[in-house]
């Protein structure tokens, strides 16, 4: 079903991160953006449709008025609102947003980081947009900042603060499907596997809390109002965002999952995990009997690997990328 | 990240540190008093209380660079002494051996069960010493104590601290090679077969269920793999079978080769720190190097030479060749020497902080000068 592509080598190794690969499709200039975490360093790769020119580029997480402390990243994702296209990046300082290229910095949100280390990790983690104008950030405490974008310019403002999570967030996904029918707009997930969904605003509004089993949820998309979440346990679990009534559960991987990927226009599901796979599967809905069925396509191995990010790099999951801990490349893989 | 790393990672190495050493130590049919006087000076130092307080106090993990001083500290606590190049040698040892545990560690949560089998192994090696003995069983359970309400989220935020720390290490070592847990390009094996972790269900199986909740349909798919059921869980108690294997000494007496190491081919030998040291990290320093006992001043006649190589020769060739990063095979030399050479290796090694230490931030160049005459006294 899919074939393997010729890799694009990085500058460094992809660190064991979730989520750890970016992609930004750029159909105008026949481009495409990877980004993938290293330590303290985002790799950034512009890749020509071509297959003929790569650039690459790697932004630091250099936070003003920080002398020394090196400051690991969490992630760094694009955010694509209908007006701009944006580069959010996580540490444990704060975060950092750039113009998509990677070429500006526009906007800087410091974490509070007390004094003296307290039993707590403080970091942000989990990174989403959201509707026209939002962009979500994480954070270690279980909090989600709301940032209000300007359609241009750095005038980024912090919106609201959502505090429901009671454990660190692991990731977060708006509904990617285009529809302007569905209720929820985000689902964020914590390392206690609890999944809230939510409804966009000037106040965002709660509308569903689906608890979780004690088992860190590592990775989660929300596609026509349906949540996938992905587990520690190497589960994969389908739920109703707005009911939360569990779709299917699929005993998907034999060690932690760390990524998830939705292709909105065809529905495909990519799953990759330390177990060294990634899988691809088939999502279909029936609106009558308000069902969804999963069904199972296609493995790839990533020989002695674990895998830390796959994306696929086009609406129809016609292409998907993945990284993998320690390894210096973005190994691609084409339907055939 | 993770501000939990420091009390496991000091007792994954310790422990590594430990096993080469006891290796070394029978292979040159060493005493047994001496033997015992070693692994007992070091035990102590490593498990000493005024240490294992301050590495339990929430901190970030730093560079490789203050890891090796302060295990070098630790290991001539003892009445051996490390040259640079041999301790370069000997922590890349015990660092691809933790690195390759945490890699293939089945749960997060799996680490403590590692941490464990060291502490168990290390009180096995002093035994006969009651006193140290408490040491061990009183760091353990403060360990046990700590650790045990961390979540699997948190777990896995440490595991990941550690593999950052690790990453892009692919020293290859000969015991893994032979035993075919590592590839000749230096990366470790994954398997997609054998018992999934503890919790964990085998994969294949996809199941539908109705808005009511009722299964509708099951399938399964291939999974590319031949797994099996999880085996029963570890034990998490200050004695108890581990279940699993990682973190047990797996090197013998009658295999010295088994510690050849060399650097995989086309690897960049660069250490990825910082030049600068931050100021919290030279403060981290100055706090562990003071809180190490400064009682064993070995006397000299009691001086004795462990090679971890069995020839003469390869000895020779390692002091030439000691800082040529394109030798293949690392020899790791341990030589006594004088109190006074001792002092000033360390001496020499701080020095290397002071020198480098280029703060434009912090003004109070004073900090490298404690650490000189802190290290001085030791």
């Known amino acids: 079903m899919y074939h393997k592509e010729k890799s694009i080598q990085i500058k460094n190794s992809a660190s064991a991160l979730y989520n750890n690969l970016g992609v930004l499709r750029i159909a105008p200039r026949r481009l495409t953006y990877f980004t993938v975490v290293h330590a303290n360093v985002v790799n950034m790769v512009s890749a020509s449709w071509d297959g003929l020119n790569y650039s690459h580029r790697q932004l630091q997480s250099k936070e003003p008025n920080v002398a020394t402390s090196t400051s690991l990243i969490m992630q760094a994702a694009f955010c694509a609102l209908p007006s701009r296209d944006l580069l959010v990046v996580t540490s444990q300082k704060g975060i950092q947003i750039y113009e998509s290229d990677g070429s500006i910095m526009v906007y800087w ?44 310019g750095s005038n ?23 529809s302007q029918e569905c209720i929820a707009d985000l689902v964020s997930a914590d390392d206690g596997g609890n999944l809230c969904v939510w409804k966009s605003g000037e106040e965002f509004q709660l509308l569903n809390n689906i608890p979780g089993f004690d088992m860190s949820c590592s990775s989660v998309k929300l596609w026509k109002g349906t949540v996938v979440a992905g587990y520690g346990t190497g ?7 707005v009911t939360g009534i569990l779709h299917a559960e699929v005993k998907a991987h034999a060690r932690w999952i760390y990524s998830l990927d939705i292709a909105p226009f065809s529905g495909l599901l990519l799953s990759a995990a330390e177990d060294s796979l990634v899988r691809v599967w088939h999502l279909s809905m029936t609106p009558e009997t308000n069902s969804v069925e999963v069904a199972h396509l296609h493995n790839e191995c990533v020989t002695d690997t674990q895998i830390c990010g796959a994306k696929f790099c086009d609406g129809d999951g016609y292409a998907f990328a993945v990284t993998g801990y320690d390894l210096s490349e973005i190994i691609r893989y084409t339907q055939t | 990240m993770s501000v939990r790393t420091l009390p496991l990672v000091f007792i994954n190495l310790g422990g590594e540190m430990l096993y080469i050493l006891d290796q070394r130590l029978q292979a040159q049919n060493t005493s047994e008093d001496n033997s015992e006087k070693v692994m007992n000076d070091i035990v102590g130092t490593m498990f000493n209380k005024a240490f294992m307080d301050e590495l339990l106090k929430p901190q970030q993990l730093y560079s490789h660079r203050t890891l090796k001083t ?22 890349e040892l015990m660092v691809m051996a933790f690195k390759y545990q945490v890699f293939l560690c089945p749960r997060p949560k799996d680490l403590l069960l590692i941490s464990y089998n060291h502490i168990d192994t290390i009180r096995e090696f002093v035994k006969d010493t009651p006193v140290v003995v ?17 979540s699997e989220g948190e777990f896995q935020l440490l595991r990941q601290t550690l593999l950052i720390f690790f990453q892009d290490m692919h020293v290859r070592v000969s015991l893994f090679l032979k035993i075919q847990v590592q590839n000749p390009n230096g990366r470790f094996a994954l398997s997609t077969s054998g018992p999934v972790p503890h919790g964990t269900e085998v994969p294949g199986l996809i199941r539908t269920f109705d808005s009511k909740g009722r299964e509708v349909r099951r399938s399964e798919f291939p999974t590319g793999g031949s797994y099996s059921s999880p085996i029963r869980e570890g034990c998490f108690e200050l004695h108890g ?4 294997r990682l973190g047990l000494n797996m090197y013998t007496v009658n295999h010295p080769e088994e510690t050849h190491t060399s650097k995989a081919p086309s690897v960049k030998v660069t250490d990825d720190t910082p030049n600068l040291l931050a100021k919290e990290e030279l403060n981290l ?7 190490m006992k400064a009682e064993n001043k070995p006397k000299a006649e009691t001086g004795f030479r462990i090679n971890l190589f069995t020839t003469d020769e390869e000895e020779e060739e390692a002091g030439a060749s000691c800082g040529a990063e394109e030798s293949l095979f690392g020899v790791i030399n341990i030589q006594a020497m004088q109190d006074e050479q001792a002092a000033t290796e360390l001496a020499r090694i701080a020095g290397q902080f002071a020198e480098q230490q280029e703060q434009p931030e912090n003004p109070s160049g004073n900090k490298g000068d404690d650490l000189l005459a802190m290290m001085d006294d030791l």
């Open chain 2, 70 to 91: 302060v295990l070098t500290r630790i290991a001539h606590a003892s009445i051996m002494r490390l040259n640079p190049a041999s301790m370069d040698r000997l922590y």
């Open chain 1, 109 to 152: 949100h410091a974490l509070d980081t007390p004094e003296t280390p307290t039993a707590q990790a403080v970091f942000a983690r989990g990174i989403s947009a959201v509707r026209e104008n939002y962009i979500c950030v994480g954070i270690s405490s279980g909090a989600i900042l709301v940032f209000d974008v300007p359609s241009k």
């Open chain 2, 285 to 291: 320093l100055a706090r562990l190097m003071g809180s």
């Open chain 1, 235 to 241: 589960q994969i679990r389908l739920y109703e965002a």
């Open chain 1, 156 to 178: 980024i403002t912090l919106s609201e603060v959502l505090e429901e999570h009671k454990e660190s967030i692991t990731d977060m996904a708006a509904e990617c499907s285009g």
């Open chain 2, 134 to 150: 408490n040491q061990v069983d009183e760091t353990h359970r403060k360990i046990i104590e700590v650790y045990s309400s961390l």
């Open chain 2, 241 to 244: 079978d581990r279940i699993i």
